[in-house]
């Protein structure tokens, strides 16, 4: 019997090469979809602020939509429930395929992002009820600051972090995609004002059978769209957040590849597949036209600007954003490093989940979203949120970037250091067109 002692796990180790090079694709994707969602606010926020904001608002509250099925909604509305509901589909499949076949299915490696994750969402909206004290419904935004827009984190990585290697990369995806997961839960429990059972129950149904159905592998478009926009406005009408149905579909779709397709070690399956189809409709479409419809605050001038930074919930906002999200992100990273015995990885050092834990603290997209449920949009807290929410996570980039210039050069280093292995490795990229890598037979 072999009685030598287990090694102690490495922190932000390196993970498999396949999964690298996807995670690498992902973030490029990402990357692209963070530079049209920061045109969209800074266009929302330029229009909010010219002699012309009154066409801003117009457009917001333009309504269309069937009004005997509850969808008769704004602009905004739509952007907020229907095209944030693809975000969380996709985000979904990511979490999914991770747990399952990810680099994360080993208990050892997913320890550390999720628990920094959740960190990450208990200490800032502790501080937030710490700072908001006894205001009156202030209270009800304790959750704007607990999540991680990784689109907009990854836009600046773009810029000084093109160098970070691939096991800081893959920490701050995962802990990014994690929070968005809290952050539907906190949805569909807290921000649920009344629950209408019947079409929750209805919604059952095509949601069964668009399990059914990719459970067999079928991938024909016409048999899954409508059955998913079925369950989406079925939930809608229920009173639960819309998005949550995303995230219900985005579990329905298997990870591994069928036996009759050469089983799990063949290639990646469904749920990558999709997650190719829909990332860039994700990146590139649904959350830029939500930023870009939900940014736009007028800011009066600097009077107001003051006037809103100082207000309770917008520095409950800012303390959690800037404070929380690193100070829990660490907290959590230590603990688990105290009481499991890992060990930082050689090349790494604690000022770089330092810089990443900062950059979490950008928590534009869903933040915007939670504010809106927790106050109402247009409302003149709505508007002290927006304007935290985006000076919050303007100074935490600012931070995260002063902090990863500084590690540049051990960066560049390990990043050359990754690039040889992998050149001597020699492994063939099973990732490279997920097309053809998801062959699933096509069905319908």
């Known amino acids: ?20 090079r996807r995670i690498a694709d992902i973030l490029r994707k990402e990357t692209v979809g963070g530079t049209l969602l920061l045109v969209g606010a800074v266009a929302a926020m330029l ?26 909604l704004s602009l905004a509305a739509w952007a907020a429930d229907g095209l944030l509901a693809i975000f969380f589909f996709v985000a979904g499949l990511e979490l999914k395929r991770e747990f399952v076949a990810g680099d994360l299915r080993e ?10 994750a959740l960190g990450g969402v208990i200490v800032p909206a502790m501080l937030y009820l710490l700072v908001v004290g006894g205001v009156e419904g202030a209270a009800r935004g304790w959750a704007i600051p607990t999540a991680t827009d990784i ?43 009344q629950l209408s059972p019947i079409p929750l129950l209805a919604a059952l149904v095509p949601l069964g059978v668009f399990a059914m159905l990719v459970q067999r592998r079928v991938r024909a478009w016409w048999l ?16 639960v957040h819309a998005t949550v149905a995303g995230v219900l579909l985005a579990f329905a779709v298997p990870v591994l590849r069928s036996e009759k397709a050469g089983g799990p070690d063949s290639g990646p399956g469904l749920a990558e597949h999709f997650e190719h189809r829909f990332r860039p409709l ?33 520095l409950g906002v800012l303390v959690g954003l800037i404070v929380g999200k690193p100070l829990g992100i660490m907290a959590a990273t230590w603990l688990v490093a105290r009481f499991t015995h890992a060990r930082l990885d050689k090349d790494l050092g604690w000022i770089d989940l330092a810089a990443l834990s900062i950059l979490a603290g950008i928590g534009f997209t869903v933040s915007l979203l939670i ?35 500084l590690r540049s050069r051990a960066h560049r280093r ?12 020699g492994i063939p990229d099973l990732y490279q067109n997920a097309d053809e890598v998801a062959g699933e037979p096509r069905q319908g």
């Open 1 to 20: 019997m072999n009685l030598a002692p287990r090694p102690a796990p490495d922190l932000l180790g390196r993970g498999s090469w396949h999964e690298a």
């Open 282 to 314: 994700s990146a590139g479409l649904a959350v830029p036209v939500f930023a870009f419809l939900s940014a736009g605050v007028a800011l009066n001038g600097l009077d107001g600007l003051a006037d809103a930074l100082t207000s309770p919930v917008a």
């Open 151 to 193: 689109a907009f984190a990854l836009a600046v990585l773009a810029i000084v972090g093109r160098h970070l290697p691939t096991a800081l990369r893959t920490f701050l995806l995962t802990l990014a995609v994690v929070d968005d997961m809290v952050a539907i839960v906190i949805i569909a429990v807290v921000y649920t004002d």
């Open 371 to 405: 504010g809106e449920l927790s106050f109402g949009a247009g409302t003149a807290t709505d508007d002290h949120v927006k304007v935290a929410v985006l000076a919050a996570s303007i100074i935490s980039a600012l931070l995260a970037t002063v902090l990863l210039r």
């Open 224 to 239: 899954l769209l409508p059955l998913a926009v079925a369950t989406w406005a079925l939930v809608h009408a229920s009173g």
């Open 414 to 425: 390990v990043h050359e250091a990754e690039t040889i292995d992998r050149d001597h490795d």
């Open 107 to 116: 208990v050892r490696r997913a320890a550390v992002p999720v628990a920094a």
């Open 47 to 72: 229009w909010a602020n010219s002699p012309w904001a009154d066409g801003y608002q117009t457009v917001r509250d333009l309504t269309f939509g069937p009004a005997a099925l509850h969808l008769d």
